[in-house]
């Protein structure tokens, strides 16, 4: 398996794997792919890496730009994240991770928030920080990771690819 930048002719697989990984998800509004699409679209594709085994995408993660009110730049919304069902388990998601985040950091990224399970995120770093809010969910499953310098307070707003519409 390796881990590489999207390229213009994995459009259509991301958008097939994306969907597979999120089908019937109990916490999906199955919009995950329209998501990158929009963010595609509106160039908040930060860093969007596949992993890709037999030159079959297997699995994509995607990074855009956050906002932290009051104002701090350089902070990053980590989702979606997708992995084929056939290969979920495998650790094609976690090496999605650790990759992007290592892009991050050289990019000279402050940080990086996401929402998802504790248990999960917790193992590269991610954690509550009380000092971050993100409305509408709760606070243990809206986690961050501090990349550079002193963790920052604020309201956090994800770009409006995410929002409805």
């Known amino acids: 398996m390796i881990i590489r930048p999207e390229r213009e002719g994995d459009v259509v697989a991301i958008g097939a794997v994306t969907a597979a990984a999120f089908a019937g998800h109990p916490h999906s509004d199955q919009t995950e792919a329209l998501i990158?699409?929009?963010?595609?679209?509106?160039?908040?594709?930060?860093?969007?890496?596949?992993?890709e085994e037999a030159?079959?995408?297997?699995?994509?993660?995607?990074?855009?730009?956050v906002t932290i009110t009051p104002a701090?730049?350089?902070?990053?919304?980590?989702?979606?994240v997708s992995v084929r069902p056939?290969?979920?388990?495998?650790?094609?998601?976690?090496?999605?991770?650790?990759q992007g985040v290592e892009r991050l950091k050289n990019m000279g990224a402050a940080g990086c928030?996401?929402?998802?399970?504790?248990?999960?995120?917790?193992?590269?770093?991610f954690r509550d920080e009380p000092a971050l809010v993100?409305?509408?969910v709760a606070p243990q499953y809206f986690m961050a990771l501090g990349l550079s310098g002193a963790m920052v307070s604020g309201t956090v707003v994800y770009h409006s690819?995410?929002?409805?519409?």
Do not use: K, T
Not at 39 to 48: D, G, K, T
Not at 72 to 80: H, K, R, V
């Open 72 to 80: 701090d730049d350089g902070w990053y919304g980590l989702g979606p």
């Open 36 to 51: 990158i699409e929009r963010l595609r679209a509106e160039n908040a594709l930060s860093v969007s890496l596949v992993a």
């Open 55 to 65: 030159g079959e995408v297997i699995g994509h993660i995607a990074f855009s730009p």
């Open 113 to 125: 928030v996401v929402v998802g399970e504790p248990a999960f995120y917790g193992r590269f770093g």
């Open 86 to 98: 056939d290969r979920q388990g495998r650790g094609v998601g976690s090496d999605l991770i650790r």
């Open 134 to 136: 993100f409305p509408g």
């Open 161 to 165: 690819a995410f929002g409805p519409g």
